[in-house]
């Protein structure tokens, strides 16, 4: 059974950190381009950043960008999202996702989604 599960998200303050993993089960992550989108209340998804399967080269959105930091561990088949300098418009519902070929599209397998609220 293919499944990704993330976890660590929760309600920090303005300024602080979090870090979220996206363990996958039923498949080997290394083998997929591994994606984490966001979704805000009364907003489209987002993609945030993205690990591809083909050279292991990272992306970042705009707003991700020098903050955030995705990275993998293959023998966890687990991805992480690291996310510091948290601002409250970084509040929204996290999902990993992943799926074949070199970018993140959010065509492939989702997770159930970690809520963070970024909140004083």
């Known amino acids: 059974q293919v499944q990704l599960v993330e976890s660590g998200g929760g309600l920090v303050q303005p300024g602080g950190s979090l870090r979220l993993s996206c363990a996958a089960s039923?498949?080997?992550?290394?083998?997929?381009?591994i994606g984490w989108f966001r979704q805000a209340p009364g907003k489209e998804h987002e993609g945030i950043s993205c690990?591809?399967?083909?050279?292991?080269?990272?992306h970042y959105a705009d707003s991700a960008k020098g903050r955030f930091t995705i990275s993998r561990d293959n023998a966890k088949n687990t991805v992480y999202l690291q996310m510091n300098s948290l601002k409250p418009e970084d509040t929204a519902v996290y999902y990993c996702?992943?799926?074949?070929?070199?970018?993140?599209?959010?065509?492939?397998?989702w997770g159930q989604g970690t809520q963070v609220t970024v909140s004083s």
């Open positions: 690990i591809s399967s083909s050279d292991g080269s990272t």
């Open positions: 996702t992943a799926e074949t070929g070199p970018a993140c599209m959010g065509r492939g397998y």
């Open positions: 039923g498949f080997t992550l290394d083998y997929y381009s």
